[in-house]
């Protein structure tokens, strides 16, 4: 399963004008929880968002056309800094093993991009969390188009969060609800 058992799967609603001091909060408490060498990515999604956020977090951010994109990472990767703010650019080949939260500022392109991002989270099999935030009024609009329908699901569903990973990436129809050994999700 692509899904795993150590990462407790979530969906944060909230209003628009809420959004930054929910993440914020988030990570603050993360910080607090996770003080013993665990790491937090907050996926902010368009580079603006990504700087102000960073501000407000007092961490790096880090995106593809930035010049100190190295040094950034390198400091997080080195635990000079717990937290970093970034686009989808932090992604594939990153593997740090403490990583105990990631957090989606707003939702990934899609579920493929999501799985992959939310996966930074917890290689070292400790317990993690990979949570999204949405904005209730965007989710309708935004998420019903054929290419990210997908997503949607994911967003929406009553059920375990792991049903629909599991589904769309490994194409395993038997998982039916968090197991007993797994962190649970947020359904």
Same mark, same amino acid.
């Given at each position: 399963?692509?899904? &795993?058992?150590?990462?407790?799967?979530?969906?944060?609603? *909230?209003?628009?004008?809420?959004?930054?001091?929910?993440?914020?909060?988030? +990570?603050?408490?993360?910080?607090?929880?996770?003080? !013993?060498? /665990?790491?937090?990515? +907050?996926?902010?999604?368009?580079?603006?968002? *990504?700087?102000?956020?960073?501000?407000?977090?007092?961490?790096? $951010?880090? #995106?593809?056309?930035?010049?100190?994109?190295?040094?950034?990472?390198?400091?997080?990767?080195? /635990?000079?800094? %717990?937290?970093?703010? $970034?686009?989808?650019?932090?992604?594939?080949?990153?593997? +740090?093993?403490?990583? &105990?939260?990631?957090?989606? !500022?707003?939702?990934? #392109?899609?579920?493929? %991009?999501?799985?992959?991002?939310?996966?930074? !989270?917890?290689?070292?099999?400790?317990?993690?969390? !990979?949570?999204?935030?949405?904005?209730?009024?965007?989710?309708?609009?935004?998420?019903?188009?054929?290419?990210? &329908?997908?997503?949607?699901?994911?967003?929406?569903?009553?059920? *375990? &969060?792991?049903?629909?990973?599991?589904?769309?990436?490994? /194409?395993?129809?038997?998982?039916?609800?968090?197991?007993?050994?797994?962190?649970? *999700?947020?359904?």
């Amino acid at each position: 399963m692509t899904s &795993r058992h150590n990462i407790a799967y979530n969906v944060q609603k *909230c209003k628009a004008k809420n959004i930054e001091q929910e993440v914020i909060w988030i +990570v603050k408490s993360g910080q607090h929880q996770h003080a !013993a060498g /665990g790491r937090i990515i +907050v996926y902010g999604g368009r580079v603006e968002n *990504c700087k102000e956020l960073a501000v407000k977090l007092n961490c790096q $951010a880090y #995106f593809a056309e930035s010049k100190d994109k190295a040094i950034a990472l390198q400091e997080w990767i080195d /635990g000079k800094e %717990n937290v970093i703010v $970034a686009t989808n650019a932090l992604g594939l080949g990153i593997d +740090v093993p403490d990583v &105990r939260l990631v957090l989606h !500022a707003e939702p990934s #392109f899609d579920l493929l %991009n999501y799985a992959q991002e939310s996966g930074r !989270a917890g290689q070292d099999g400790g317990k993690s969390k !990979a949570i999204i935030m949405v904005v209730e009024e965007r989710i309708l609009s935004k998420y019903k188009s054929t290419d990210k &329908r997908l997503l949607w699901e994911y967003l929406m569903t009553d059920a *375990c &969060r792991r049903i629909k990973l599991d589904q769309y990436l490994d /194409g395993n129809l038997e998982t039916q609800a968090c197991a007993t050994e797994q962190e649970a *999700c947020d359904n």
